[in-house]
């Protein structure tokens, strides 16, 4: 497979949409004294890295997307 293959490329996008969105639900529903942001990101990365772990190629792309994005949001809140 290519990262170049618009299927691979769908399946990890569709993936990263359903983390974010369980992430979002987890942080709503959690309790507001327990850290919820944390634990939606923890949602988010588990689910992507069980995917992943159980072989869906898309789900490795969609979890270095997720590893990118959490480095270039640590470098942001670095250099603010």
Request: aromatic share 8%; net charge positive.
């Given at each position: 497979m290519s990262f170049l293959d618009p299927?691979?490329?769908g399946e990890a996008t569709l993936i990263l949409i359903?983390?974010?969105v369980l992430g979002y639900v987890v942080s709503r529903i959690w309790p507001k004294r327990?850290?919820?942001q944390?634990?939606?990101?923890?949602?988010?990365?588990?689910l992507v890295g069980?995917?992943?772990y159980?072989?869906?190629a898309a789900a490795g792309v969609a979890l270095a997307v997720l590893i990118g994005l959490l480095v270039l949001f640590g470098i942001a809140a670095v250099a603010m």
């Open positions: 299927r691979l490329i359903g983390a974010i327990a850290n919820p944390l634990f939606g990101t923890l949602a988010a990365f588990a069980a995917l992943s159980l072989g869906n």
